[in-house]
T-cell receptor
């Protein structure tokens, strides 16, 4: 079962930062937070993942709170192509199954 | 990055027939692959975990005799929907693990008429 909760939808102006929150209050110490996105009728695309520390890559930044009960995905300069459903997933260290929650539908507005 | 392919990308079949969907990891070996189903405007639902050389593990509520999974090699897993019915129409997506990431295929759209 999904262990995350996310807002159903969000809008963001093109060129601005998109901040997508995720709650995972029951996360265990060895569980990772993963973010994927899915553009309509395609397979999910990996964005970023983290355990405790904040992470950054060419696509996004991931901010994890100190108690690890929530996180925020940041797309620094949203473009129209970032319009998608964004999924926050908690993954165990030994188990590889991903249980998807409802995700956040992000719409980037021109 | 690692690539996972699926074939076919879409298929239409008649009620009562069986359909096989292939999932391949193109540039890495995957001892474990996963199958998901996604209905319109819904999230992905994990159906089963496909293990190379052993039986698949099905999620609760998924009929193993209806959704046959075979993982005969480290790069290929197949999902066969047996005796398909219109309610089986859905978007089927596979994924495979490579180190810390799980790579997803592009999905297969199944329509049962």
């Amino acid at each position: 079962d999904a262990k995350t909760t996310q807002p159903t939808s969000m809008d963001c102006a093109e060129g601005r930062a998109a901040n997508l929150p995720c709650n995972h209050s029951t996360i265990s110490g060895n569980e990772y937070v993963y973010w994927y996105r899915q553009i309509h009728s395609q397979g999910p695309q990996y964005i970023i993942h983290g355990l405790k520390n904040n992470e950054t890559n060419e696509m996004a930044s991931l901010i994890i709170t100190e108690d690890r009960k929530s996180s925020t995905l940041i797309l620094p300069h949203a473009t129209l192509r970032d319009t998608a459903v964004y999924y926050c997933i908690v993954r165990g260290y030994t188990g590889n199954q991903f249980y998807f929650g409802t995700g956040t539908s992000l719409t980037v507005i021109p | 990055g690692a690539v996972v392919s699926q074939h076919p990308s879409w298929v239409i079949c008649k009620s009562g027939t069986s359909v096989k969907i292939e999932c391949r990891s193109l540039d890495f070996q995957a001892t474990t692959m996963f199958w998901y189903r996604q209905f319109p405007k819904q999230s992905l639902m994990l159906m089963a975990t496909s293990n190379e050389g052993s039986k698949a593990t099905y999620e609760q509520g998924v009929e193993k005799d209806k959704f046959l999974i075979n993982h005969a090699s480290l790069t290929l897993s197949t999902l066969t929907v047996t005796s398909a019915h219109p309610e089986d129409s859905s978007f089927y997506i596979c994924s495979a693990n490579n180190r810390y990431e799980q790579y997803f295929g592009p999905g297969t759209r199944l329509t049962v008429t």
